[in-house]
């Protein structure tokens, strides 16, 4: 898998579900801030084979002769999705047709030739030999089947976004650039439980979050009386998912907590790490239904995280 911190990904889960459109509204939105280069990536089985959106087609991907073909949209307009990019303001725009089976080939030489911006790029395939900044999929509220190509990637969405055929049903994602970084803030808080200060972790992490929460305490809170403090924080929390970091936790990077939160619509109560030494004990998100079982660890101090964890609906993601 390919990793490319600076790609945002947008796919969809059918025709008409405003892919486009959204990108498009994005490229106006942070043009002049930051130069946008967009990419539209079209997915071929075989050569000479049907047009990929159904149809006769216009012919182009089936005389693909090569196993991709990378080319360049230098004309604004709307007939195409490209120049609807480029018309948008897209510093670039680019178009790859790539046989299925070498995707990975095409979409390491999209990201060469985009290495020195930040990419917008429409795909649902992409995702399976890509892991991006961020991964958006749209879908229309008329839709009643997902096409194969959304299906396998459905679950590594970091936000779903609804079209109604005109606008965005009042879900259009808050998409920003920040620190060199794609920032989408989640629907959560940050709860850092510090020794003391921690405003340079409480800054990186404000970007990414709708709300802080810096709990300090002195070198005896720490061990047991670390759980008090955590509940407490959950407790007055705006929010039902509330990310959980110790001030001095390895390894936290926005890669990683992409992957935490893509967990975070299955009903866990708490979602951690897990290495290969075991479970990674300084961060984690805990929903505020988890509160009740974590006070069971207030009340028993006996009970080490692991054996608390079992005690509530855990999901575990490997960190790599």
Known sequence: MIYAPRMLLIGSTGRHSGKTLLACDLIKKLNGRHGIIAAKVTTVQERNGSCPRGGEGCGVCSDLTDTYCLTEETEPGVAKDTQRL???????VLWLRVLRDHLAEGAAKLLEK??????LCESNSLRTVVEPGLFLLCRSDREVSVKASAAAVESLADFRVTFNGETFDGNCPAVDIGGGDWVLPYDAAAVILA????????????????????????????????????????????HDLNFVVMHDAPGVDLRGLRRLFREAGKGYDAIVPITPDGVEPSFGIFHKRAIPGLRAGI???????????T????GYVEQT
């Not at 480029?86 to 670039?92: D, L, S, V």
């Not at 985009?114 to 990419?119: E, S, V």
Request: no cysteine; proline share 4%; aromatic share 6%.
């Open 86 to 92: 480029f018309a948008a303001g897209a510093e670039k």
């Open 114 to 119: 985009t290495r020195d911006g930040f990419l």
């Open 195 to 238: 020794q003391r200060g921690a405003a340079e972790q409480a800054a990186s992490l404000e970007p990414h979050f709708r709300q802080v929460i810096l709990s300090l305490g002195g070198q005896a809170q720490r061990g047991y009386g670390l759980l008090p403090r955590m509940v407490s924080a959950i407790e007055a929390s705006r």
């Open 299 to 309: 009340e028993e101090p006996e009970l080490d995280l692991q054996r608390l964890l």
């Open 311 to 314: 005690r509530l609906r855990t």
